[in-house]
């Protein structure tokens, strides 16, 4: 029996982390568990899905239950590395925590899950059902990770599935929020802008549809998610400031609802569009990315088993909380019944995406622990 203690746990992790798997690359961090499950004689597979990205799976046990466990493999990139006090991609640990890009968002979940997963094989479980691993490439940008895995039917015989993303800290979350990521194309006419009546300046419509679109969105009634949040987050127009532009760009961002979900959003775009290119504007519309909202009930049995499993290493009540983010689920968990026992649950402070991100030493030990309790029971119960 070769369990994987906290001193090489975190050695794992530290390996992880200085794989700089920035929305790319993520094939060698499937390499490097592949490798690592074999040691302990586990198989794992790698699934390409382009250039140097891929997918990897891996199961311990047989038969029914099915439990799904997911971890995405790509972080964002590291930002102003000038901001950080230490190197991103070196794991350090100063007064108990963990710093490095990642940490949060999310490889000590990954990590957690993997180890979580060779313990409970060491110790010879599960006796019964199966545990499988579905470690995503892109989670970051576009899911194409998680989309891959649903279209090849890694969900149809799962009876839970569980995301290590952190939601709250030692929170859970058995909902979160769709997202469209969508990008606005407008074309003009350039021409000097001494004589803009013989052109068409494509920056106007675009700004003017954008304003009365996010006018409109802060008018939707909040559902039991929160409300719509309709982003505009890049805009880009024009060469130099004497030409009017003849072409613009928009890229936004829209956080949706059951009760607004993303069909509705983009209607009403559509109808937006329509009611301006009458008006003589040239504007288009293309779907990025669209992930519905996910909704299962707040006491479904994975969510159960959470709160009755965390709240000792929480010290409290595991709280139950919308996730305002997206997570794989948004392809993991599609078309599931409202009682699928589904939860996002994983080890983070709240600092991803932000520079000097970091994790409680201890956080990243317990969840360890928290998840070879929460496999064990799901699969007995």
């Not at 302990?40 to 790698?46: C, R, V, W």
């Not at 940008?141 to 569980?162: C, K, P």
């Not at 909040?222 to 532009?245: C, H, K, T, W, Y």
Request: hydrophobic share 40%; net charge negative; proline share 5%.
């Amino acid at each position: 029996m070769r369990t994987i203690e906290d001193d090489a746990a975190l050695k794992i992790l530290a390996d992880v982390i200085k794989i700089p798997s920035v929305n790319d690359h993520e094939l060698t961090v499937a390499k490097y568990l592949q490798d690592l499950l074999a040691k302990y004689d586990i198989s794992a597979k790698i699934h390409p899905i382009t250039g140097d990205r891929a997918n990897l799976v891996a199961e311990i046990g047989h038969g029914q239950p099915v439990l799904a466990v997911s971890g995405h493999m790509d972080v964002v990139a590291a930002g102003d590395l000038a901001a950080w006090d230490t190197d991103p991609f070196t794991l350090v640990e100063k007064s108990g925590q963990l710093f490095g890009r990642g940490v949060t968002d999310m490889k000590a979940g990954l990590v957690a899950l993997v180890v979580a997963m060779i313990n409970i094989q060491q110790q010879g479980g599960p006796k019964h059902g199966t545990i499988r691993l579905l470690a995503t490439m892109g989670e970051e940008v576009g899911e194409a990770g998680s989309a891959a895995f649903y279209q090849q039917g890694a969900m149809q015989d799962a009876a839970g599935l569980l995301i290590a993303e952190p939601s709250t800290v030692y929170g859970t979350a058995a909902e979160q929020k769709g997202s469209c990521d969508l990008k606005l194309t407008s074309k003009g006419k350039a021409v000097h802008s001494s004589t803009p009546e013989r052109g068409y300046n494509a920056l106007v419509p675009l700004i003017k549809l954008l304003n009365e679109a996010n006018d409109y969105f802060e008018t939707i009634p909040a559902g039991e998610m929160g409300p719509v949040r309709f982003n505009i987050d890049v805009l880009n127009g024009g060469d130099q400031v004497n030409s009017l532009p003849d072409l613009a760009t928009a890229l936004v961002n829209v956080r949706t609802i059951p009760e607004y979900d993303n069909d509705q959003v983009t209607q009403k775009l559509a109808d937006l569009i329509a009611a301006y290119n009458q008006q003589g504007a040239d504007i288009k519309m293309t779907a990025i990315m669209n992930e519905s909202p996910i909704a299962t009930t707040a006491d479904n049995r994975l969510v159960k088993l959470v709160q009755a499993i965390g709240k000792p290493y929480a010290g409290r009540d595991v709280v139950v909380a919308s996730s305002p983010g997206i997570t794989d689920a948004s392809n993991l968990a599609k078309r599931q019944p409202a009682d699928f026992p589904f939860a996002v649950y994983g080890p983070g402070n709240m600092t991803q995406h932000q520079v000097n991100e970091s994790l409680p030493k201890q956080m990243f030990y317990d969840f360890i622990a928290i998840y070879q309790q929460l496999f064990t029971r799901f699969l007995a119960e």
